[in-house]
């Protein structure tokens, strides 16, 4: 039975490594994260913009392949944070939003257009000056995401309106993970007790007056 088993686990590992090859050569996820930065850019919204992941190896993947995929992003203009350089998470912040963290550039530095962080990153900063966010992935605790979201929406910013991006599942593969409507059922639960004054994925606010 063992051995079986073995057998088992090695034809497992063969599909998924199968599986992998497919994916380096045609990633749909970050061919429509490239999609959304173009249509920003081709807008010419003049907001930066602040992208969340769940996984540092995420980040990485992204610092490897965005600047080759979008023309108008460049190693200059680009900070990546994650718990791989969190010593660097304070100076990059304050790169991509020195207005509202009141941070002079040195010499030697350029200011940040683009900022990809995982949630080391999403919750005691000041990042209003983004407009736009775009959470790569969604975390399955809606807090994080009221935390992520907060990190452009708060008072502060010069904007009118912030756009955030919810980057979902593919709709087969969240029959399996279930994520969003597990996500969507404790939002609804935060909405009905405490309230929220702005949504988290696309639903209406629902402030509560006590």
Known sequence: ELLEDVKSEQ?????????????KQDDSKI?????????IEAKKAGSKVLVF???S?????????LESMT????AANIGFVSSNNGSDSERLASRFSPNSKRYTLKGDESELQFLVATDVLSEGQNLQDAGILIN????????????RNGRVNRL???????SIHNMRPERKL?????LVQRLQGKIDMIRNTIGTDTPVLDEPENAIEY
């Open 57 to 65: 190896d995420t980040v990485a993947y992204l610092q490897e392949n």
């Open 71 to 74: 023309p108008h992003i460049t």
């Open 53 to 55: 992941s769940y996984f």
């Open 31 to 39: 061919r429509s994260l490239v999609e959304i930065l173009k249509g």
């Open 174 to 178: 969240d029959s399996y993970l279930n």
């Open 136 to 147: 790569y992935d969604l975390h399955w605790n809606p807090v994080r995401m009221i935390q």
């Open 11 to 23: 034809e497992l590992v063969r599909v998924i490594a199968e599986q992998l090859k497919i994916l």
């Open 156 to 162: 502060g910013t010069k904007y009118k309106e912030v």
